[in-house]
């Protein structure tokens, strides 16, 4: 359960080993079209205490530039479904910190873990998330289910899990502000089934886009969101096309054009 950020020069990629981990990991590398396993260097970047497990994460750089914390230089989101023995809505979201200029080291979690979750009631689904900062703000994208996401599936009865982005100034839980209207920005839709020209989709594949699958529900999920700045604009990754079950995923990119992902996230607000 991989992300990565560029900074300074390298790529540096986070993932967790497996489910139920407390150990995240990091890869860094100058150099990461080497192909060569010695262009990259391996460390445990944090070790959670007990009670703690992590699945995905997402860090983002800071740079000293949150004037609250001006010693921040690199901020980490981290999902769990299991905070200190009490399972999660779902999932949720909770961060660590490190004044380090290299972000492989130095990590520490914001105290106390409970006060700073994207939601401190533990009621709303923060899955998959992935974290920014700019001009002072923490914006957090992340998958949920519940009254933002639409009815979705065959029967148009289900509730599709959709892709909210939400910010802060403290991460502090209760101070995290709700975007778009409270409007999902990713949600399933007749999109999720447009095939890139490039890709000559096998027959089979064909079939599982516009046919067979999801065999169970329908296209409920769009989730895992994450993205980037490119010379066209924002471009964003996610999976879709699934039920969160027994269906397969496919992956879904979007573009918001002739902006960056700084602009484009303070649209919402």
């Known amino acids: ?52 497990v992590a699945f995905n994460t997402d860090v983002h750089h800071v740079s000293g530039s949150d004037p609250r914390h001006p010693a921040r230089q690199h901020i980490m989101v981290i999902e769990t479904n299991s905070i200190f023995g009490t399972p999660a809505a779902g999932w949720a979201a909770f961060f660590a910190e490190t004044n380090a200029s290299a972000p492989d080291r130095g990590w520490q979690l914001l105290d106390p873990p409970l006060g700073h979750l994207v939601d401190g009631s533990r009621t709303m689904m923060t899955a998959c998330p992935s974290v920014r900062f700019f001009g002072g703000w923490y914006y957090v994208a992340t998958t949920t289910q519940g009254p933002a996401c639409p009815a979705a599936g065959w029967d ?20 995290w502000d ?61 999976a879709g096309i699934a039920n969160q079950q027994s269906n397969p995923y496919f992956n879904i990119a979007a573009l918001a054009p002739n902006t960056s992902s700084a602009a484009w996230l303070a649209s919402y607000f």
Do not use: Y
Request: charged share 15%.
């Open 1 to 52: 359960m991989a992300s990565a950020t560029a900074h300074a020069g390298t790529l540096w990629v986070f993932g967790t080993n497996g489910v139920n981990t407390s150990r995240i990991s990091c890869f860094s590398s100058g150099d990461p079209l080497n192909g060569s396993r010695a262009a990259w260097n391996a460390v445990e970047a944090l070790h959670l205490p007990p009670g703690l």
């Open 178 to 238: 709700l975007g778009n209207g409270g409007h999902p920005i990713v949600f399933p839709g007749p999109d999720d089934r447009r095939v890139a020209p490039q890709w000559a989709a096998t027959g089979a594949e064909r079939a599982a886009i516009f046919g067979h699958a999801p065999q169970d529900d329908g296209d409920i999920n769009n989730s895992d969101f994450d993205f980037c700045d490119t010379p066209g604009g924002v471009l964003g990754i996610f």
């Open 156 to 175: 148009g009865a289900r509730t599709a899990f959709c892709v909210v982005v939400l910010r802060s100034r403290t991460l502090r839980s209760g101070d």
